[in-house]
């Protein structure tokens, strides 16, 4: 639909075209010089001021305050306006925008907003936008906050902190005045992704959304429709978050707005098909993988690290740091061990800003506490490759993606369970034809294939000769998609180490017959842990499930052939029931198979 505007030099141009919104921005002045290019832009002050004269008028008619059929025709055409310009004109023009006309219109804005949180009685009670000039006002923000100055503007004068108050203030939200607010927050976060001028980082955008409420907002907003499982900003918006793990490591946990909110609609199993909702899973399963970070002592906070060329791994070294400065990613206890591996290091040195080594020692946390989440799992699936193929844990890496799929779908280290694959490390850089993951780029540009097989599978090698027993190699991919080789160690407070080759034995043992007293000499006596293996190894039942079966024998019922034996699992693992629950499982043995069972042991 065509919007005609009159132009102070008399032109008459449909602001709805691109050739129009140009033409419009360009030539809009009230000034009286003839010269176009001295000109300036002046819609904004010279209409905003007519707007609010309307507005003043309808507040002046007491209990009747809504505008005539002529006052919203008038109020349409400002907003319309400026929907278009920011709709049809090209980039480059709406920045000759002046600033001080984007902050009178944003001021504005932000005025009508408050009004509306503050005085609209029916907004409160509908949380529906019932007059079209509002609805315009409100719709044209999505448009405008794909521009660089709008947005930086809105984040400057709190536009998103009067914008959460007024969503916050009706119980809940039409579906399209929903998906309005959603879209506004949306192209903002975007723009500020591929525009540092608006602000530093993405993870500072954030932390103002955060601040404002607005984000907490959005979270609750778009998980409430299936339909925002198909809009690409949406879903992008969650990956750019979880990009994002300082923050979201403080703000996606119980007692912060944003993780309360998160638990409250993951709670609601008739919701966790939604994309959105799958998002927000995959951001709980990241935060619950790095919130083990807090395990890590301070002085190893920001990963693990070790002497690249003698393997120094004291506590004495890691409060030292020191680290190429050139790739900032290998560490050395000493000047001398730096000086003997340049050789061999030189040839994967590769210069690396700051932030970008910053975001390998995340990674590199990451995957370690990855590890210990997974442990059994991961040590399962190495006995299990390992019988298969013949080849000795050194021979064996674990292939790691954090990186989000196309399909928008949570990364496969963050399903639950995870999904991960133990492989023969030599396919991975012997031969013509690597064996690399079906992520490294195997479909894509040919030079760029090329180039990480160049890059990463010599550095790959490289890690891989440098193994000592206690090390698990890995390749890992981040949430960013930046690829990395890991030499990865777990190590347990008397400094046995978990990926030994010992450990692979006694955990063969352990899961194969059952026998985990090689698995007790590792990891010593501690009953918690033993049976952590116990149930990882030979699927014990959780500490729920024992309470279930409790329940059950306390109110005489008789449970199962085959909860029976989980229980005695249980037992024989470390739990030890009260005198009275051991009465009731003596009855119930003796009632279920015909025999006089007696339990007698410390239950260790």
């Known amino acids: ?15 709805e075209t691109s050739h129009g919104a140009n033409y419009f921005i360009n030539n809009y002045s009230d000034s009286d010089s003839d010269d176009s290019s001295s000109s300036s832009f002046e819609y904004f002050s010279s209409s905003i001021p007519h707007v609010q004269q309307i507005n ?19 109020l349409i055409a400002v907003y319309a306006t400026a929907t278009s310009l920011a709709d049809n004109s090209d ?29 609209d009685e029916r907004w409160k009670r509908t949380g529906t936008l019932e007059d079209l000039h509002d609805q315009t006002m409100i ?24 914008l959460s108050k007024f969503v916050a203030a009706p119980s809940s939200l039409s579906a399209d005045d929903a998906e309005s607010i959603v879209m506004i927050v949306t192209n903002a976060l975007i723009s500020v992704v591929f525009n540092k001028d608006i602000l530093p980082s993405t993870e500072k955008a954030f ?59 993951l709670s609601n199993p008739s919701i966790r098909h939604r994309a959105v909702v799958q998002k927000l899973q995959t951001i709980m399963a990241f935060t619950n993988l790095i919130q083990q970070q807090k395990e890590v002592p301070p002085s190893v906070k920001e990963g693990f690290r ?11 070294f890691q409060k030292s740091l020191r680290k190429c400065a050139r790739c900032k990613s290998a560490f050395y206890c000493s000047r001398e061990c730096q000086r003997a591996d340049w050789k061999s290091h030189k040839p994967n040195c590769q210069l690396k800003s700051s932030s970008d080594a910053k975001a390998n020692i995340f990674t590199e946390t990451t995957v370690l506490n990855f590890c210990k989440a997974n442990y059994c799992a991961i040590m399962k699936e190495i006995v299990k490759v390992s019988d ?51 992520w490294f780029y195997k479909n894509e540009d040919r030079s760029c294939y090329e180039a990480n097989i160049s890059n990463l599978m010599s550095s790959l090698k490289d890690t891989y000769e440098r193994l000592a027993d206690y090390h698990l190699l890995g390749f890992i991919r981040s949430p960013s998609g930046d690829m990395g080789c890991y030499r990865l160690t ?82 024989n693992s470390g739990g030890l029931p009260s005198e009275s629950e051991m009465d009731r499982v003596r009855m119930a043995l003796n009632r279920g198979f015909g025999a006089n069972f007696s339990l007698s042991g410390d239950g260790a």
């Open 1 to 15: 639909m065509p919007i005609n505007l009159t132009l102070p030099n008399g032109r008459t141009v449909d602001v």
């Open 56 to 74: 003043e008028r309808v507040q002046r008619r007491g209990s009747n305050k809504r505008p005539t059929e002529e006052e919203i025709h008038e």
């Open 91 to 119: 980039p480059d023009t709406f920045a000759k925008i002046p600033k001080s006309e984007i902050e009178l219109y944003v001021d504005h804005v932000i005025g009508q907003i408050v009004h509306k949180t503050r005085d």
């Open 139 to 162: 719709y044209g923000c999505i448009e405008l906050f794909t521009h660089v100055a709008p947005c930086k503007v809105a984040f400057e004068k709190d536009y998103f902190g009067a």
């Open 207 to 265: 932390k103002k959304l955060e601040s404002a409420g607005i984000l907490r907002q959005y979270i609750r907003l778009s998980s409430s429709s299936a339909s925002f499982n198909q809009i690409p900003g949406v879903l992008k918006f969650y990956d750019e978050l979880i990009l994002c793990p300082s923050f979201v490591k403080r703000n996606f946990v119980r007692g912060q707005s944003c993780g309360d909110i998160t638990f409250e609609i």
């Open 306 to 316: 070790m002497c690249r060329y003698c393997d120094e791994q004291s506590i004495e």
């Open 388 to 438: 298969e193929t013949g080849n000795s844990k050194s021979d064996l890496l674990l292939e790691l993606d954090f990186a989000t799929p196309a399909s928008g779908l949570a990364p496969p280290s963050l399903k639950s369970p995870p999904e991960f694959k133990i492989a023969d490390s030599k396919g991975y850089f012997e031969g013509s034809r690597p064996n690399e993951p079906d």
């Open 490 to 571: 777990l190590e347990l407070a008397d400094k046995n180490q978990m990926f030994s080759e010992e450990a692979v034995s006694a955990s063969r043992r352990a899961i194969q017959d059952g026998d985990f007293e090689p698995l007790s000499r590792i990891f010593g006596e501690d009953t918690v842990q033993m049976t952590a293996l116990r149930r990882g190894f030979v699927g014990l039942p959780s500490e729920s499930e024992m309470d279930r079966v409790r329940i059950a024998l306390n109110s005489g019922g008789l449970p199962s052939e085959s909860e029976m034996d989980r229980v005695r699992m249980a037992l």
